[in-house]
T-cell receptor
Framework: DGGITQSPKYLFRKEGQNVTLSCEQN?????MYWYRQDPGQGLRLIYY???????QKGDIAEGYSVSREKKESFPLTVTSAQKNPTAFYLC?????????????FGPGTRLTVL | SQQGEEDPQALSIQEGENATMNCSYK?????LQWYRQNSGRGLVHLIL?????REKHSGRLRVTLDTSKKSSSLLITASRAADTASYFC?????????????FGQGTELSVKP
């Protein structure tokens, strides 16, 4: 059963803590993406990776970090430097090569800072 | 940055009616995509239209693209209660931009039975 999984579904964090959100795909996609969604808003790009061991900052990378050690995994760490981390986080993947291809999304992780 | 602006922000219709959502964007694109999001869930791809296409159909969906006006519209015909969701347009500037998508703020559609 191919797809993208994200865990956990809900995550609670105390102020000052780092937390890591998991994203795994078995679609054999080269590119992976992390988005943040605030209530009633569209998605904003945090980081993306077009190939293993390489990634680039998106529009709102401050306070976040990522790694891409394996093709199927693209974890996102929300650091204590992120001032307002409460949001819905979505991971996506896309087949590599020329554009014109859709992104496939995971079910999301809802992060709440207590 | 959010390139797309969607109009209306919210739309409420009766089952069986048509729903039209509009999207405007600012820069040149390779293609434009429409996605659907049910509350609290991930996004699902609906349809992609390339910059050299003007209209595309998929089932009850019809998408138009006017690159001279930098705008697109999504028409859902004969709507159903199950179509209730948020709909987002997303622009793709091309592979040299990493295949990144820039999303609009979405239209929240409510279809009443």
């Amino acid at each position: 059963d191919g797809g993208i999984t994200q865990s956990p579904k809900y995550l609670f964090r105390k102020e000052g803590q780092n937390v890591t959100l998991s994203c795994e795909q078995n679609l054999n996609h080269d590119a992976m993406y992390w988005y943040r969604q605030d209530p009633g808003q569209g998605l904003r790009l945090i980081y993306y990776s077009q190939i293993v061991n390489d990634f680039q900052k998106g529009d709102i990378a401050e306070g976040y970090s990522v790694s891409r050690e394996k093709k199927e995994s693209f974890p996102l760490t929300v650091t204590s430097a992120q001032k307002n981390p409460t949001a819905f986080y979505l991971c996506a993947s896309r087949d590599g090569g020329p554009s014109g291809r859709e992104q496939f999304f995971g079910p999301g992780t809802r992060l709440t800072v207590l | 940055s959010q390139q797309g602006e969607e109009d209306p922000q919210a739309l409420s219709i009766q089952e069986g009616e048509n729903a039209t959502m509009n999207c405007s964007y600012k820069t040149s694109i390779n293609n434009l995509q429409w996605y659907r999001q049910n509350s609290g869930r991930g996004l699902v791809h609906l349809i992609l239209i390339r910059s050299n296409e003007r209209e595309k159909h998929s089932g009850r969906l019809r998408v138009t693209l006017d690159t001279s006006k930098k705008s697109s519209s999504l028409l859902i015909t004969a709507s159903r209660a199950a179509d209730t969701a948020s709909y987002f347009c997303a622009t793709d500037a091309g592979y040299n931009q990493g295949g990144k998508l820039i999303f609009g703020q979405g239209t929240e559609l409510s279809v009443k039975p």
